[in-house]
């Protein structure tokens, strides 16, 4: 085996032993919260009518495990996870992972076009700004702090007053066709694009500093030319790092965009579900969560080498 898939080797151990860690953790603190959560969960599972004998109750605690000491009842939780068992809703009566299923699509497509919305507002302004005149940079500036400081919630208010309330641009509500991803995507990656747009900016401005940058044009190619095909490249690693760690967070975003503009998605059936106390579901999209952070993370991590051949024998 070489030195390099060695080290690869060692690096990919290391993401999987911490990808465990982070997941069991995620799983255990969440099942502490469903302990700490003040409330009857067997009042939950028997809905507003809150109807049932003592009998009833007591057979419900039983089928659900809730007369079991705490210890017993979190070793059969992690016990169903290994099997990839989330449990059921409390409300739905509906295995947790057919709910997740059912919403999920829609999550991942808003994810992924704001996401690619961010990356490339970001790099537009960062190449377009990075080194220019200081109104340029100020202006650039400006706009990037208040898109990454201004909630989402309010952007896409403000956007659906527009849009589709004044000029019926875009549907009001729903998740049908690409006319009603444009304006939660929009909203979802506007406070992505301030953050990455000003890391990526000052790697640009440190990058376009170096001696290389000199070199290229001395040899005649263009300012834009040096920044896309040299300086950018010494910005990948930062912006993909920062990027992954982006990424983890658009399940949380979601919830308001999806909230806001009446989509379908995970964010919708999360706040259905702490608003019915349904905790399973709940700790179903926790887990989910950490999972793609994990996934996410250890791709990224991976990638490092391919980027940069420096970090192949790091």
């Known amino acids: 085996m070489t030195a390099s898939a060695t080290v690869l080797a060692a690096r990919v151990a290391r993401r999987l032993g911490s990808a465990v860690a982070v997941l069991l953790g995620a799983a255990t603190l969440a099942f502490l919260t469903l302990q700490l959560i003040p409330g009857d969960p067997v009042s939950v599972l028997l809905g507003p009518s809150n109807a049932g004998s003592p009998e009833v109750r007591a057979e419900i605690a039983r089928e659900y495990g809730f007369d079991r000491p705490v210890a017993d009842q979190y070793l059969h939780y992690l016990g169903r996870l290994l099997q990839g068992d989330l449990g059921q809703s409390y409300q739905l009566q509906r295995p947790v992972w057919s709910l997740m299923a059912d919403q999920l699509w829609p999550t991942v ?45 309010w952007v896409g208010i403000v956007l659906l007053t527009v849009f589709s309330f004044r000029f019926h641009v875009f549907p009001v509500a729903g998740a049908e066709g690409f006319a009603s991803l444009v304006l939660p995507a929009v909203t979802l990656a506007l406070p992505l694009t301030g953050v990455l747009a000003q890391v990526l900016r000052e790697g640009l401005e440190a990058a376009l500093e170096q001696p290389f940058v000199v070199t290229a044009r001395s040899r005649g190619v263009g300012r834009t030319a040096v920044r896309l095909r040299h300086a950018l490249r010494h910005c990948a690693v930062p912006l993909l790092t920062l990027t992954g760690w982006l990424t983890g967070s658009l399940i949380g975003g979601a919830v308001l965009v999806e909230t806001v503009f009446g989509r379908p998605g995970i964010g919708s059936l999360v706040l259905q579900a702490v608003s019915a106390k349904d905790m399973p579901v709940v700790i179903g999209v926790v887990l989910l969560s950490a999972f793609v952070f994990v996934v996410i993370s250890t791709v990224v991590e991976l990638l490092y080498p391919v980027i940069d051949p420096r970090l192949r024998s790091a």
Request: aromatic share 6%; no cysteine; net charge positive.
């Open 109 to 153: 497509q808003l994810a992924l076009a704001a996401l690619l919305l961010a990356v490339v507002l970001a790099v537009v302004s960062a190449v377009a700004t990075a080194g220019r005149r200081p109104a340029f940079r100020a202006v650039a500036s400006v706009w990037e702090l208040i898109s990454a400081s201004t909630p989402s919630y």
